[in-house]
């Protein structure tokens, strides 16, 4: 059966082609499967919902570009559900710019994380280019094209779709595939493939925190990791119940209470109305939200000593001087700099804290730094550690090149 796209797409073949029903959406799915590729990005909205508000995908395959529409009338099924069926399916390479979108919407819409996805922005930073590079950027550099005006403030719930939102759209998936054919050319050329190995392990280490990270978000609230044990049960209740609330009512969850109100009632720790009342912030609160937040804290209260959620481990010792990071810092820069890497992705300065840290409290091997494990190991650990010991020097080598200091070992006195 051949597809049908709208009548508004057939006069806009820069713009490709609109798919409005489950059916074409299915045929499409099944000639990608046998291709094996297909580059894919999307548009929502996220501010008024709980979850990100899909409200179209960008499909483009070797030879066209299809843009889904998830809100089209007079449909029987989701007439997208193919596409992330296929996002799942490891027989079948995704590619994408930025993964978090696209992986999170597979994952729930298929229970999955996506089974073979390329990142072009992680390939670019994996092949020299500065992290996170924008799209439009990525494409000028590598390709010498232009994309089109941005549309990404305009209303993507609103139908029909302008000329301009469809062209924008198609811009957004047309060179993926080009980007993908050539960073993969060129990390293949690596006499070990090293990179392109490295780049395969920081996809799924990315993909196995996206799928965790919506049942540990408490952990990663601003001051938690301030908070007692007892305190961050009460913050573990009352995130779950923040949660529940949002998804029933379907709003964003900081429209219930703020991240610093949630953290506040934990600290406090409060039994009553009154001492709830008297938490600074707590006027954003609703009042009919008090007994469920007053029923979170007992609830916290109650757990067993032995079953309080453990604080986050922290590395004792002196704050490290800025000249000592500063100097880690170039250490790190000139080692990513020799596999064409760059830093930003590998660590920065938070990271290099916590490994003089570690250094200082004797090097627990179960403390050991992400810096120092899996790819970013084998890229700056040894220079880290070398510099840690005192047996590293820097010294400018070429002012004016794209790596001008040379790492070297520190003479010895005599």
């Known amino acids: 059966m051949p597809l049908s796209p709208s009548d508004s797409a057939r006069g806009l073949p820069a713009a490709g082609q609109l798919l409005e029903r489950h059916e074409d959406v ?16 999307t548009e929502f ?64 819409r298929t229970g999955k994380t996506p089974g073979d996805l390329f990142d072009v922005q992680l390939a670019a930073a994996f092949s020299g280019h500065y992290y996170p590079i924008a799209y439009d950027k990525l494409v000028g550099r590598e390709l010498r094209r232009g994309v089109g005006p941005s549309q990404s403030r305009t209303n993507w719930l ?26 993969l050319s060129r990390m293949s050329d690596d006499l070990e493939q090293e990179r392109l190995g490295w780049m395969r392990e920081e996809t799924e280490a990315r993909l196995s925190r996206l799928s965790t990270r919506e049942t540990d978000r408490w952990r990663r609230l601003s001051g938690a990791n301030k908070l007692a044990s007892r305190s961050l049960a009460a913050l573990r209740e009352l995130s779950s119940w923040r949660e529940s609330v ?21 600290a406090t720790r409060p039994t009553s109305a009154a001492e709830l009342s008297s938490i600074r912030g707590i006027k954003q609160l609703k009042q009919a939200y008090f007994s469920d937040v007053l029923g979170a804290v007992e609830a916290a209260l109650a757990i067993p000593e032995d079953e309080l959620p453990a604080r986050a481990t922290r590395h ?15 250490v790190l820069a000139a080692a990513c700099a020799k596999h ?36 970013r190991g084998e890229v700056c650990a040894e220079p880290l550690l070398e510099a840690l010991a005192g047996r590293i020097s820097l010294r400018i080598n070429d002012p004016l090149s794209a790596n001008p200091l040379a790492v070297g070992g520190l003479p010895t006195t005599s």
């Open 26 to 41: 299915a045929e499409l799915a099944d000639r990608i499967r046998d291709d094996g590729v297909m580059g894919l990005d």
């Open 45 to 108: 909205v996220s501010e008024r919902t709980y979850q990100p508000q899909l409200a179209l995908l960008q499909v483009s395959t070797r030879d066209e570009i299809y843009l889904i529409d998830p809100l089209a009338e007079l449909i029987q099924e989701a007439p997208d559900q193919p596409i992330w069926d296929l996002m799942a399916d490891p027989s079948v390479r995704t590619i994408v710019h930025s993964l978090d979108h696209e992986a999170q919407f597979c994952l729930q």
């Open 158 to 183: 609103q139908r029909p779709l302008t000329s301009a939102q469809c062209r924008y759209a198609a811009e957004d998936v047309r060179w993926l595939i080009r980007l993908h054919d050539r960073f």
């Open 246 to 266: 949002a998804s029933e009512r379907n709003i964003p969850f900081r429209r219930i209470a703020s991240d610093d109100l949630l953290v506040a009632i934990a």
């Open 316 to 330: 004792h010792g002196g704050k490290p001087s800025r000249m000592v990071v500063l100097f880690l810092e170039s």
């Open 340 to 375: 064409q890497i760059d830093p930003d992705l590998v660590g920065g300065s938070s990271q290099l804290r916590a490994l003089v840290a570690w250094n200082e409290n004797g090097r627990p091997p179960e403390l050991t730094p992400r810096l120092l494990k899996g790819w």
